[in-house]
């Protein structure tokens, strides 16, 4: 048995691209979810995402670990990158497609993937 | 006093250029007159060289108290005097409710 603060470390290190959210990225249950899964899918990049209404332990325990008390989180290699304010201004402004492609292309690197 | 008002004078630590608070509870499914979300709007030199993710958690420590109880989100646009200057004043709408419960 792992507990809570273990799984979301491994969480966090094992998915380079990943958003902690209420719902789903088909089906946000927040705007400001939705507003920030609407960025990211807009990078074109492959995520993993977390309902945190489908877990509430990891809902309760991760703004201490993060030092972050809302939700949406995005985390790129293990980094907070922030929430809806944040992403969505990265977006705008294309510093989140940037971040995005650099740490997708990171990690099929590491994988020995071929993009070929 | 207000939740509001209470918000504005804890962050009146930053000595900011821009202070806005804004009420926005009416946008989500809670009972009317709810003090739940919040729009902030700041800017201030303490900004300088600061990466938006410290930004926030710098807001986040001074309204831990809020955060842990009564105020379920809070939107945060935090800018220098040059990067608001360089955005005309504007600030972001926030989005509609998505039903998501509590």
Redesign the interface.
């Known amino acids: 048995m792992s507990t809570t603060a273990e799984n979301i470390q491994r969480q966090i290190s094992e998915n380079p691209i990943l958003i902690f959210m209420?719902?789903s990225p088909q089906l946000?249950?927040?705007?400001?979810?939705?507003?920030t899964v609407q960025a990211l899918m807009s990078c074109g990049e492959r995520f993993a995402f977390v309902n945190v209404?489908d877990n509430p332990d990891i809902r309760a325990e991760l703004p201490k670990i993060a030092?972050?008390?809302?939700f949406p989180q995005l985390w790129v290699e293990g980094e907070?990158?922030?929430?809806?304010?944040?992403v969505?201004?990265?977006h705008q402004n294309g510093e989140l497609e940037k971040l995005v492609k650099a740490a997708a292309e990171r990690a099929g690197a590491a994988e020995g993937g071929d993009n070929a | 006093m207000t939740l509001q008002t209470q918000i504005e004078q804890k962050l009146a630590a930053l000595a900011p250029d821009v202070l806005q608070v804004e009420n926005e509870s009416h946008m989500h499914s809670v009972p009317a007159n709810s003090e739940t979300h919040f729009k902030v709007t700041l800017v201030s030199d303490a900004f300088d060289g600061m990466m938006p993710v410290k930004r926030h958690q710098q807001i986040y420590a001074l309204l831990a108290d809020e955060l842990s109880g009564p105020v379920h989100a809070l939107a945060l646009h935090l800018y220098t005097p040059a990067e608001w200057q360089a955005r005309g004043g504007e600030r972001p709408n926030s989005p509609n409710c998505r039903g998501g419960g509590k």
Do not use: R
Request: hydrophobic share 35%.
């Open positions: 209420k719902g946000p249950q927040c705007g400001f979810s939705a507003q209404l030092n972050w008390p809302t907070l990158v922030g929430g809806c304010d944040i969505v201004e990265m």
